[in-house]
C-alpha cells in the first residue's frame, strides 16, 4: 500500500478525516460531553459504543430467558420473586438477577407488589412461533464467533454451522440421508412458518397454475401456498431425504393430494419444468455466486415463457435493518461456509445476467425478517435479457 492510497481524496474525504481525528481525540471527548449543544449527540454515541460492547451479554440474557421458559411463565400472569425462583429452581437473588436484566431489555416488566409480568418484547417473542428454536440455535453460531479473527482468515477449521448446514458444501447434497437432514430441516419449517404470510401477501399466488417452492424444505411455505391459492398446483423441490419429510408433513397436513413433494439437486438443472411461478425462499443467500448462478438458472429453465421468479429473503442495505444484513448474516454465513447477504442491486445483477427481466421489488410488512425480488423469465425460449 502506497501512501496515495491512504491519503484522503476529495473534500468528503477529507471532512470524514478531520471528524475522526477529533472524535477519537480524548480532549475532544470531554469537550463533547461538557458542551450542552453536542451533550445528546456524544451520550448517544456512547452508548451505542456500549451497547456493541455489551450485545453478547444481551444474546446471552435472551438464551436464558429461552432456556428457562420465562415468558410461557409470565403468560399466566404477574407472578412475585419468590414464586419465580421456586419454579425456576433458582435463588431469589439470582431470579432478581435475571428479571433486572430481561426488565431493562423490556422481555420482561415491573408490576405492582414487587411482581413481574410479560415486557413488550417479551410477548413478542412469545407470540412469534418458532422464534425461540432459532435463538436456541444460535449457540452453536457463538462458539464459531469465539475467535472472530481466525474465523476471519480461515484458520477456524470445520465449523459448527458449516457441520450443521451440511448440505451447502457437500459434493453430493442428493446423497444426504434422512438423520442428515432432520434437524436443520425442522429449524427451515420454522423460520418459514414466520414470513410465509408476509411473502404471499406481498406476491398471492392469484391465478397461479403451478407453482414450484425450490429448496422448499418440508413444505411449509409450499402448504401456504396451496392455501391460499387454492386451484393452484404446488411443487416442493428438495433433496431427496428432505422431500421424503416434506411429504409426511403434507400428508399429515391433509395436503398430500395438492403439494407435490420431488427430491433431486437443484444444482443438476433437472427440475420439474412448465411452472409459472418459482420461488427461492431463503436459499440464494446461502450460496456463492457461482452456485447461485446455477440455481437461477434451473430455476428459468423451469418456468414457462413469461413466467416469475420470487426471491425472498433478508437483503443487505434494507433501510432500518443495516446491520441485520451486514453484521450478523455476513458473519453467520461466513461461519457456515457458503454464502453471502446481497443487496437488491446485486440480486437484480444476478438475476439478469441469467435472462431475466422486468425486475421489481414488492413491498413486504416485515422487511427485516423478509423481502421480495420477483422477475419474469423470457417471452420466448431463447430470448436474453434487456441490455
Not at 411463565?73 to 419454579?87: C, E, H, K, Q, T
Request: glycine share 10%; with cysteine; net charge neutral.
Amino acid at each position: 500500500m502506497t501512501q496515495d492510497d491512504r491519503a484522503p481524496h476529495g473534500l468528503t474525504d477529507r471532512f470524514l478525516a478531520f471528524r475522526d481525528r477529533k472524535v477519537s481525540d480524548p480532549k475532544f471527548q470531554r469537550w463533547a460531553a461538557e458542551t450542552p449543544l453536542v451533550r445528546q449527540r456524544a451520550k448517544a454515541r456512547a452508548r451505542d459504543l456500549f451497547d456493541i460492547v455489551s450485545g453478547f451479554v444481551y444474546s446471552q440474557v435472551l438464551l436464558a430467558t429461552v432456556r428457562l421458559k420465562l415468558c410461557e411463565i409470565l403468560a399466566d400472569g404477574p407472578i412475585s420473586v419468590p414464586a419465580l425462583a421456586n419454579r425456576l429452581a433458582m435463588t431469589e437473588d439470582a431470579t432478581r438477577r435475571l428479571l433486572d436484566a430481561t426488565t431493562v431489555l423490556e422481555l420482561t416488566a415491573r408490576r405492582s407488589n414487587d411482581r413481574f409480568g410479560l415486557g413488550e418484547l417479551g410477548a413478542a417473542l412469545l407470540g412469534t412461533p418458532g422464534l425461540a428454536a432459532l435463538i436456541e440455535h444460535h449457540a452453536m453460531f457463538y462458539k464459531d464467533l469465539e475467535d472472530p479473527v481466525a474465523l476471519l482468515r480461515g484458520h477456524a477449521g470445520e465449523t459448527n454451522l458449516s457441520r450443521y448446514w451440511s448440505y451447502a458444501r457437500s459434493e453430493d447434497a442428493a446423497a444426504e440421508s434422512g438423520d442428515a437432514v432432520a434437524e436443520y430441516s425442522e429449524l427451515m419449517s420454522t423460520s418459514q412458518e414466520m414470513i410465509a404470510d408476509d411473502i404471499l401477501a406481498a406476491f398471492p399466488p392469484t391465478g397461479v397454475k403451478h407453482w414450484m417452492d425450490l429448496g422448499g424444505g418440508e413444505g411449509v411455505f409450499g402448504a401456504a401456498v396451496a392455501r391460499k391459492g387454492p386451484h393452484a398446483k404446488v411443487t416442493v423441490f428438495d433433496l431427496p431425504a428432505v422431500a421424503e419429510r416434506a411429504r409426511e408433513r403434507l400428508k399429515a397436513a391433509g395436503l398430500g393430494d395438492r403439494v407435490q413433494a420431488v427430491g433431486g439437486d437443484f444444482r443438476s438443472g433437472d427440475l420439474p419444468k412448465g411452472v409459472d411461478v418459482v420461488s427461492l425462499v431463503r436459499v440464494i443467500h446461502d450460496h456463492d455466486d457461482d452456485v447461485a448462478l446455477e440455481v437461477l438458472r434451473a430455476a428459468r429453465q423451469a418456468l414457462v415463457p413469461g413466467g416469475r421468479l420470487v426471491i425472498a429473503e433478508q437483503m443487505a442495505g434494507t433501510r432500518g435493518a443495516e446491520p441485520l444484513g451486514g453484521a450478523y448474516f455476513g458473519f453467520y454465513l461466513l461461519a457456515m461456509g457458503s454464502g453471502r447477504p446481497r443487496t437488491p442491486e446485486a440480486l437484480r445483477w444476478m438475476v439478469e445476467r441469467v435472462g431475466f427481466r422486468d425486475v421489481v421489488l414488492p413491498r413486504t410488512r416485515q422487511p427485516l425478517l423478509t423481502r421480495l425480488l420477483v422477475a419474469r423469465a423470457p417471452d420466448a425460449p431463447g430470448q436474453t435479457a434487456r441490455s
